[in-house]
């Protein structure tokens, strides 16, 4: 049940299991299943399991799970 609004920079990991409304830079991006963020992001590696609705841009690996619903711009 945990909301969250603003902006998170240079972040190793960023483990989202609540609702995240924000832009982000990370080396690695997960959103767990009952998780979601909306915003901007900017990673390495990203695992979403849960929701991710704006623009997301992974250099490495990006893996969307079966659970996973993403709605946006990605750029991999």
């Keep these: 049940g945990t909301r969250v609004h603003g902006k998170i ?26 998780g979601g963020i909306k915003g901007t992001v900017q990673s390495d590696n990203a695992k979403i399991h849960g929701v991710f609705e704006g623009t997301l841009v ?9 659970t996973g619903n993403v709605t946006g711009d990605v750029s991999y």
Excluded at 9 to 34: F, K, P, S, T, W
Excluded at 58 to 66: G, K, M, R, T
């Design 9 to 34: 920079g240079d972040c190793r990991r960023l483990d989202v299991h609540g609702i995240l409304e924000a832009d982000v830079v990370a080396d690695l991006l997960v959103v767990r299943e009952g």
């Design 58 to 66: 992974v250099h490495d690996h990006l893996e969307i799970e079966s």
